[in-house]
């Protein structure tokens, strides 16, 4: 079972659809994230949560709402996407919470999304 | 501002042969430092860090990289390329002020038998 577990990997869905993508780490991590990495760009920062409190929100559109529920579990919301937000959406997650972080995160293996 | 510099996009080496991939960073002070690698429709996995200490750091896969604080540079090297190791490298760079991992923009790496 790996450290970070995310589902689903591949996920198609047209413009009007609610959809979500969930992230699940087995490491006892106090700080979880949401990536979204997107060809030829470097990866992008989205959205942090420190002990289940955001505490990061890097100019996101709202049509992406996260959640997080407890330490261990991050979901990101999706409604009225647009094609450009096609991209893999990696969750990471670290040992220290993020304001006592050294920077290592372990990563899911990516949700790839397409939004037709 | 926090920046890494990944000047090579694409490298193509020969199995066998010896790798060096290129970090350039911009920090005002000594950063924290990661390699990580990426294959094909997986995550990405630390390969190595530096915090402090001895500049020529160990990591897996037997992979290793050098932190020469003169020239704000932090490259990976493997003295021997297998044709596994063909995948996606992203330095990036901690700071302590920002509290944000910034990633380069990744360096593709095809391995030829």
């Known amino acids: 079972e790996t450290g970070v577990t995310q589902t689903p990997r591949h996920l198609v869905m047209g413009m009007t659809n609610k959809k979500s993508l969930k992230c699940e780490q087995h490491?006892?991590?106090?700080?979880m994230y949401w990536y979204k990495q997107s060809a030829k760009k470097p990866l992008e920062l989205m959205f942090v949560?420190?002990?289940?409190?955001?505490?990061e929100n890097n100019s996101v559109p709202s049509r992406f709402s996260p959640e997080c529920p407890n330490s261990s579990h991050l979901f990101l919301h999706l409604h009225t996407l647009q094609p450009e937000d096609s991209a893999l959406y990696l969750c990471?997650?670290?040992?220290?919470?993020?304001?006592?972080?050294?920077?290592?995160?372990?990563f899911g293996e990516g949700s790839r999304l397409t939004v037709l | 501002a926090q920046s890494v510099t990944q000047p090579d996009i694409h490298i193509t080496v020969s199995e066998g042969a010896s790798l060096e991939l290129r970090c350039n960073y911009s920090?005002?002070?000594?950063?924290?430092l990661f390699w990580y690698v990426q294959s094909p429709g997986q995550g990405l996995q630390l390969l190595l860090k530096?915090?402090?200490?001895?500049?020529l750091v160990q990591g897996i896969k037997g992979f290793e990289a050098e932190f020469k604080r003169s020239q704000s540079s932090f490259n990976l090297r493997k003295p021997s390329v297998h044709w596994s190791d063909a995948a996606e490298y992203f330095c990036?760079?901690?700071?302590?002020?920002?509290?944000?991992?910034?990633f380069g923009t990744g360096t593709l790496l095809a391995v030829q038998p």
């Open positions: 990471a997650s670290s040992q220290k919470g993020a304001t006592q972080n050294t920077g290592e995160l372990f």
């Open positions: 490491l006892g991590h106090n700080a």
């Open positions: 949560y420190n002990f289940k409190e955001q505490t």
């Open positions: 920090y005002g002070a000594t950063p924290y």
């Open positions: 530096y915090f402090s200490g001895d500049t």
């Open positions: 990036a760079v901690f700071g302590g002020a920002t509290n944000k991992l910034i």
